[in-house]
């Protein structure tokens, strides 16, 4: 069982570069690991460490002043190969939320699998969202899975988004599709029994 998704309240990591693509969010030599722990320290490595290996304090994942459960992303966050190392990286670093006007579809279905929600926003939106954070980083974001919305609580503006009804049964009960399966268990006996 995974951590249950309800509602979520917190402040955001803003990333406004558009194309963002999964080679920038996992580099392909960090793809030899099996398991999904460890991926974080990883996450965007090009941008958050110079060729030293030192921290680029120009990146904002280096910038404490910005922190949280939601990254904010620009348009077509995702794009590239398919790697779920991607979506495991963005997990074990924290986010449990990224908000983007678009989603590379591969990405996002894998971000879901990883129990992250992938939240498509108008563009006005994200950039009045990018705008909140710029003025002020301890501004926070409300992400309401039930009601299927996200509300900036500067302005007050909200919207609703998209989700799979199975993806948000997932989430909101902790499940992988294993779990789910073996949630279904009894059920699926019975209709065994009742088809022999």
């Not at 402040?11 to 580099?27: G, M, R, S």
């Not at 498509?120 to 939106?125: A, I, L, P, Q, R």
């Not at 009960?173 to 949630?183: A, E, F, K, V």
């Amino acid at each position: 069982m995974k951590q249950k998704f309800n509602i979520i309240t917190s402040t955001c990591v803003p990333l406004p570069l558009e194309n963002v693509d999964t080679d920038q969010i996992i580099p392909a030599r960090f793809l030899k690991a099996t398991t999904r722990e460890g991926f974080g320290e990883n996450l965007f490595r090009d941008w958050r460490y110079n060729a030293d290996g030192t921290p680029n304090k120009n990146f904002v994942l280096n910038n404490p002043a910005y922190s949280g459960e939601i990254l904010v992303a620009g348009k077509n966050f995702g794009s590239g190969s398919s790697r779920e190392h991607a979506a495991w990286a963005i997990a074990d670093y924290g986010f449990r939320v990224v908000v983007s006007s678009f989603f590379a579809d591969i990405h996002k279905n894998n971000e879901l699998n990883n129990f992250v929600l992938p939240v498509v926003v108008s563009e006005s939106f994200l950039k009045e969202l990018f705008d909140t954070i710029a003025a002020n980083p301890k501004s926070e974001v409300e992400v309401n899975l039930p009601a299927q919305t996200i509300t900036n609580k500067t302005t007050g503006r909200s919207e609703t988004f998209e989700i799979n009804a199975y993806k948000k049964h997932c989430l909101m009960n902790g499940l992988d599709d294993i779990d789910y399966l073996l949630s279904q268990k009894s059920a699926i006996e019975t209709w065994e029994k009742k088809n022999k």
